[in-house]
């Protein structure tokens, strides 16, 4: 292996920690939003009782709209059957949300997967990244991230779709041109580098404003 293929490695292998940190802290930050609700849990209850007792049903009404609209900020919605890949996808979603990007999901994973939880978790959390990345560029009634996983027979199926402000991007090889910066480049790598790993498929495709791509990888 040449000095330069070293460097390379050595570059992806520390973004790959600090990518894998970030997550981390984003799951801790989710986690630490419920258990401030949970805390809060008994007050609401000892309010809504005393709202009750002196006949003001319109406050009990006002009071619970308020406590669904806050738990929907931190209810965890998307259950896949797969433990780390329900967190990093909720950590996301609640990132993306945070920054006024709509964010729709349908994923099941109702088998246990081969693959480690390290490379799932950098699959999903690059492609989730690069579609966040892609719709901050476009005003905020133009945003959208779409997510679909599933199995299809024995090998496990996702697809990203977000749109983008670049009608129509380049493309070199398999991966298109980007003028974002450094970090940008080896998430799509490390996606290309432990899809190819695990005798996965990728395709990419960006048409009419919008960017999607689709993985296989087998689980058999």
């Known amino acids: 292996m040449s000095l ?9 292998a520390a973004y790959q920690r600090e990518l894998i940190e970030t997550h981390y802290r984003e799951v801790e930050n989710m986690y630490r939003q419920m258990r401030g609700w949970r805390h809060d ?41 797969n433990p780390m890949a329900d967190a990093i996808l909720n950590s996301k979603i609640s990132l993306a949300r945070s920054r006024n990007i709509p964010v729709r999901v349908d994923a099941r994973i ?39 996983m599933d199995m ?5 199926y996702l697809s990203f779709t977000n749109f983008t402000a670049e009608k129509k991007r380049k493309k070199s090889g398999r991966r298109y041109l980007s003028t974002k910066g450094e970090g940008h480049g080896f ?16 395709s990419r495709n960006s048409e009419d404003g919008a960017f999607t791509t689709e993985i ?4 058999g």
């Open 216 to 219: 296989l990888i087998p689980q």
């Open 110 to 148: 109702p088998v246990r997967l081969r693959m480690s939880e390290l490379d799932l978790c950098c699959i999903i959390g690059n492609l989730f990244d690069n579609a966040i990345e892609a719709s901050l560029a476009l005003p905020e009634e133009e945003r959208m991230i779409r997510v679909y």
């Open 4 to 12: 330069f293929s070293k460097q390379i490695d050595k570059r992806i």
């Open 152 to 156: 299809k027979g024995s090998q496990l």
């Open 187 to 202: 998430g799509l790598v490390r996606i290309d580098t432990i899809v190819d790993r695990l005798d996965g498929y990728l």
């Open 41 to 81: 849990y008994r007050n609401h209850i000892q309010l809504l009782k005393a709202l009750a007792a002196n006949g003001d049903m319109d406050g009990v009404r006002a009071y619970l709209d308020e406590l669904e609209h806050d738990l929907s900020t931190v209810d965890t919605a998307v259950k896949t059957g």
